[in-house]
């Protein structure tokens, strides 16, 4: 074995002892509520499919006529030849759904993140971020050469402190809207009211709510009710409750003119097959249309929730389809993971260092197309595994 290969074998046999290593599960069937896993089938709990969209025949149908008319790629950048009819009509419509009078097409949530970062701060100015945003965040504030910071988790009197020792020529505040690991809420009110105060910025990441929060399903900020001046900069995610894949951002004329002449990740990488675009205008119509669709998932939350809680489970404070289940002990998660997967069901088993040292969870997150029944099945299964 080589120098390199040695070295790099042994940091994985240490993060097998610490029962941190990570496997791939071979999945032979779509994301739906069933998931067919090594010829049986496992209730499939740890998808981000919360509106049960990605299985959904209208949207299928959509892809298949996006690609009879466009084919299966764009072939080029949007600025150069990748920019379909099918990518600007979902932007005006993603537009109109969020309030914001343009939208922007990504190929990724992470490169979103990535590239309006990097676009709109530099050196000599300020990030800020809660300690608990997501990994693509985090990495964006790193690479950004502006000096970034990590307010602790909805610290409000932290921010505020942060802000008013600063300097920095452009100051950015950057917060998930629901935290992906704890399934709770940034108080965006707040967090807006300070960062006006300090001339300051806020972005916020929408991933886990757009499509579940808000009365149309608009997301975080309408549901808390901040408009274009309060949260100049919201990014949503397409491959969670739209069931299909990209992200956006939505913000003023200025701010999407800008991120597409500045943003990296934007300018510099292959657009997205057209045919996604088209299934996605098609996921957006159902999204405002079915209203049931969050209706049910809610009841399905509360229902775990009190099941969960019955049962003596340790649960964390959201309100969202992530829900969280407190473990505490990095090898007693992998062991009810298994002990779940044996009576068939599939969730997360989530350790360091996705979470804080010492957090190590089971990550369960509900769907509208789960039933009643299979919550009841999960809840039995939790009983008998983790207590």
């Given at each position: 074995m080589n120098s390199m290969d040695s070295i790099l074998q042994a940091e994985l046999e240490q993060r097998q002892q610490q029962y941190l290593y990570r496997q791939r599960t071979n999945v032979a069937s779509g994301c739906g509520p069933i998931l067919q896993v090594e010829g049986r089938p496992l209730i499939n709990f740890c998808s981000n499919d919360y509106l049960g969209l990605a299985g959904h025949p209208d949207i299928a149908a959509a892809l298949q006529a996006g690609a009879d008319r466009y084919g299966t790629g764009s072939g080029a950048s949007h600025l150069i030849s990748g920019h379909s009819l099918a990518h600007h009509q979902l932007e005006e419509q993603l537009a109109e759904f969020t309030g914001r009078p343009r939208a922007l097409l990504f190929s990724t949530g992470y490169m979103a993140n990535i590239g309006v970062i990097n676009a709109l701060v530099g050196r000599n100015d300020l990030v800020l971020q809660d300690q608990l945003n997501h990994a693509s965040l985090l990495d964006a504030g790193h690479l950004c050469r502006a000096e970034s910071r990590r307010y602790k988790h909805v610290d409000m009197a932290h921010l505020q402190q942060y802000l008013a020792n600063s300097s920095a020529a452009r100051k950015l505040v950057v917060t998930d809207g629901v935290f992906s690991m704890d399934g709770n809420l940034a108080p965006l009110p707040e967090i807006s009211k300070i960062a006006q105060q300090h001339?300051?910025?806020?972005?916020?990441?929408?991933?886990?709510?757009?499509?579940?929060?808000?009365?149309?399903?608009?997301?975080?900020?309408?549901?808390?009710?901040?408009?274009?001046?309060?949260?100049?900069?919201?990014?949503?995610?397409?491959?969670?409750?739209?069931?299909?894949?990209?992200?956006?951002?939505?913000g003023s004329e200025a701010l999407i003119e800008t991120l597409i002449q500045f943003a990296r990740t934007y300018i510099y990488t292959t657009a997205l097959p057209p045919a996604i675009a088209c299934a996605t205008s098609a996921s957006l119509d159902i999204v405002r249309k079915e209203q049931w669709?969050?209706?049910?998932?809610?009841?399905?939350?509360?229902?775990?929730?009190?099941?969960?809680?019955?049962?003596?489970?340790?649960?964390?404070?959201?309100?969202?389809?992530?829900?969280?289940?407190?473990?505490?002990?990095?090898?007693?998660?992998?062991?009810?993971?298994?002990?779940?997967?044996?009576?068939?069901?599939?969730?997360?088993?989530?350790?360091?260092?996705?979470?804080?040292?010492?957090?190590?969870?089971?990550?369960?997150?509900?769907?509208?197309?789960?039933?009643?029944?299979?919550?009841?099945?999960?809840?039995q299964a939790l009983e008998s595994s983790c207590l």
């Open positions: 001339h300051a910025w806020l972005m916020v990441d929408d991933a886990h709510g757009v499509g579940v929060l808000g009365a149309a399903g608009a997301g975080i900020v309408e549901q808390q009710g901040l408009g274009l001046e309060q949260a100049p900069i919201l990014i949503g995610t397409l491959g969670k409750s739209f069931g299909t894949f990209g992200a956006f951002v939505a669709r969050r209706d049910h998932l809610r009841a399905l939350i509360q229902r775990f929730r009190l099941g969960a809680k019955a049962i003596g489970l340790q649960l964390m404070e959201s309100q969202t389809p992530i829900q969280p289940v407190l473990i505490n002990d990095d090898k007693r998660v992998m062991e009810i993971n298994q002990s779940l997967r044996a009576q068939g069901f599939m969730v997360g088993a989530i350790r360091p260092p996705t979470v804080p040292v010492g957090s190590g969870r089971l990550r369960i997150t509900l769907s509208a197309s789960h039933s009643q029944q299979q919550v009841d099945q999960l809840l």
